[in-house]
């Protein structure tokens, strides 16, 4: 089977999985208790009969639920997300509206974590049962076993407010309309603590991986043939240990990859940043099915999507690897 | 030295007023202020959320204003006349007032917003057009005239921006409401203008140049600053990103601390027409919940004033019944439940309670309600009641309190200025319906209760409106249909440099228009 035949059939298949998945959220998120008429009615502080019906009436929640599937489904067939009402928003816009924001809280703890992680767990791995491996596995750990939003809230006390050296919440400066140069490093000034705080977290994953790995690698017997040849530690760790080694880690990193999109809730809402994850949640707590069941379709087709991306890369990291396994 | 304490705070804040009054307001300059949760819209007139009301009231405006002792003052109404027999309101509209568009506001304006726009879409003036109000007229361009079929006291209280923003008959006449695009650019009279709403970060409202009061306002722009976490807000104003978090923005054990700062000023004002009173309420349908020992004994039960105390870090005081101290018709001739856990046992073993155990609704609100509801199931285990605390999300706890589904339900409700419009509601058998959290969801139902409310809506005089109050106070004290548990205080923190920012009934709500920054 050569390259693109796989890609289709991929391709089919994640379209079936989509289809599934689409209906699957449509039936659990009216599975949770309330509804967004119910919740906007009730945010008010006041409301009754006649209100809920016009919200229900504009939120199509007056339909048969069959028929509301429909509707759905048909949207999303010809690629129309649908419209929020309570945000007075087509859903598609305010999915896009957070994509940069999104892409880039989360792509740059991508990176970060992968460079970090991959290169503390190689270090690791040579000086196992040095020093230097006790303190990588030991701060691997810490990073790993902290929880999240406690890392968030400490890096803004030591950091904005004790140190004062990076704001602490939002996107960019409100209000300070800068453009061009100015603005980018406004911008990298916001994203240092939420990047860093999410990318703490995968930076100790890849590392307890990587270490793991290339350790297991370190034993086989071509390993110890390259040493036998003479080669160099630092060659034969770089090209026969490490390359062999990154094979699990690619894969954790396909499923980090696939998330990318879905942003990260936790960091988001602490650091104030205006992502998908933020978007997701709001929508959540507000019973906004519209923008839940958009932003659901949207993560799954990412993960999807990097799921085929990440058996392309398999190949190329191991030619041993076909596309057909 | 507490009394020194307080006498010196006193003596300082007397000549801050003194001061603020003395200085001529500065123009010009930015606010940040904390808006939290973000607006669903600021389409005033089809959205009255809390967060909503905090941005959009500097946007619309209403026939008036209230003062901090809630007595009506001119807003787009200029003067108003009531006629002798009560049943005849007659608002004389300012002269020169616009739109942010450029189009003039005028009675034609007023009739519709007042007649056909809230009517159909207001949950709250739509009752009290539908059961009090004869005809709305405009006699000319610049009057209007409201017709009641009956004197009915509270209705100078009803014209507050959330309750009665005026709505541009221009944009929104013959159209179908929601659906209007307009609703995603706000148009008013108010002293700002929308200018850009980055979803999710921030909403940005700018000056209107031509804003009918001359001179006003005198800031130029106003960031609103959406900031989910609460730790977070805090950190924000002590990094200097905002300067003013509105009330409830911050947790309450933070608020004493961040008082504390330099050119930092804390106010419990600014809430008075809203006035949030706190109760639980029995479900009243449920066993032992509609005997009245049983829910006496609970009363004596709760240790009200640690709740206040702890719980919500002594902001706020006990009430004593249905209507807010805070408010007009209050009364404190009525029985009180001071902390007696004895006299709760005898009660609740007199009431033939038998140990079943009651289910206790949390308000997910956060983690104060929490702890709140942790130390009202320990004060009632104590006399030997047994409690389930139940948990659920908004939406959850929207639908178990619309549907009647609890024992025991947290809630706090605006007073909104009258007992006739926030406080009757909770009590009389008219109300008892599903869907709505907010209407009578115990089941109290009790005909001379409703009574005495019904009449005392409509009673002609306010004196004739008290007495009726006062009995109404003393009967539901006694009967405990809720069980009060505190007048709430949401305390605003602010930069001392901002000035005049609450200095009305509803604070922030409508507050910009006078501020100034120094």
Sequence with gaps: ?325 | MTGLRLGLALAASVLALGAATAQEPKKGGTVHVVVQPEPPMLMQGLNQNGPTNMVAGNIYESLLRYDEKLNPQPSLAKSWEISPDAKVYTFKLQEGVTWHDGKPFTADDVVFTLDKFLREVHPRWRPIVNAQVETIEKVDDLTVKITLKQPFGPMIMTQEVASAPMIPKHIYDGTDYRANPANNTPIGTGPFKLKEWKKGSYIHLVKNENYWLKGKPNLDEIYWQIIPDAAARAVAYETGKVDVLTGGSVDVYDVARLSKLPNTCMTTKGWEMFAPHAWLTPNVRNGILGNKQFRQGLMYAIDREFGKDVVWGGLGKLPTGPISSKTRFYSSDVPTYAFDPAKAKELIKASGYKGETIKLLNLPYGETWSRWSEAIKQNLEDVGVKIQIENTDVPGWTQKASNWDFDLNFNFLYQLGDPAMGVARSYISSNIAKGNPFANVGGYSNPEVDKLFAEAAIAATDAQRQELYTKVQKLLADELPVLWLLEMDFPTIYRCNVKNLVTTGIGVDDGFRDAWKE
């Design chain 1, 1 to 325: 089977m050569n390259l693109a035949q796989f890609l289709a059939g991929r391709l089919v298949k994640g379209i079936v999985v989509l289809f599934a998945i689409a209906i699957l959220n449509f039936f659990l998120i009216r599975a949770a208790p309330g509804d967004p008429a119910q919740v906007l009615a009730g945010e008010a502080g006041a409301a009754d009969a006649v209100l809920l019906e016009q919200l229900r009436a504009r939120f199509g929640l007056d339909q048969p639920l069959i028929e509301q599937l429909w509707i759905y489904l048909k949207g999303y067939a010809s690629l129309d997300l649908g419209f929020s009402y309570r945000q007075q928003r087509p859903v598609l816009e305010l999915i896009l509206d957070r994509l940069p924001a999104t892409l880039l809280l989360t792509g740059a703890a991508f990176l970060v974590s992968l460079g970090l992680g991959v290169l503390m767990g190689a270090l690791a791995a040579r000086r196992a049962g040095r020093w230097q491996d006790s303190v990588i596995t030991t701060l691997a750990l810490v990073f790993y076993a902290t929880p999240l939003f406690w890392i968030a809230l400490m890096s803004q006390i030591i950091f904005s407010l004790k140190l004062g050296l990076v704001p602490n919440v939002g996107f960019e400066t409100i209000g300070a309309n800068y453009t061009g140069l100015a603005r980018a490093l406004d911008i990298a000034q916001h994203l240092f603590l939420p990047a860093l705080t999410l990318g703490l977290f995968f930076t100790a994953l890849y590392a307890r991986m990587m270490r793991a790995s290339m350790l297991e690698i370190a034993g086989a017997d071509f390993v110890k043939t390259a040493r036998a040849k003479g080669l160099s530690p630092g060659v034969v760790s770089r090209r026969h240990v490490a390359r062999n080694a990154i094979l699990p880690v690619v894969t954790l990193a396909g499923l980090q990859a696939g998330q990318l999109v879905g942003g990260a809730v936790l960091t988001e809402t602490v650091f104030a940043w205006p992502g998908i994850g933020r978007l997701m949640f709001d929508a959540l707590v507000q019973r906004d099915y519209s923008v839940l069941l958009g932003v659901f379709f949207v993560s799954s087709a990412m993960v999807v999507g990097f799921n085929i991306l990440t058996d392309l890369v398999y190949r190329l990291a191991d030619p041993r690897i076909e596309a057909t396994s």
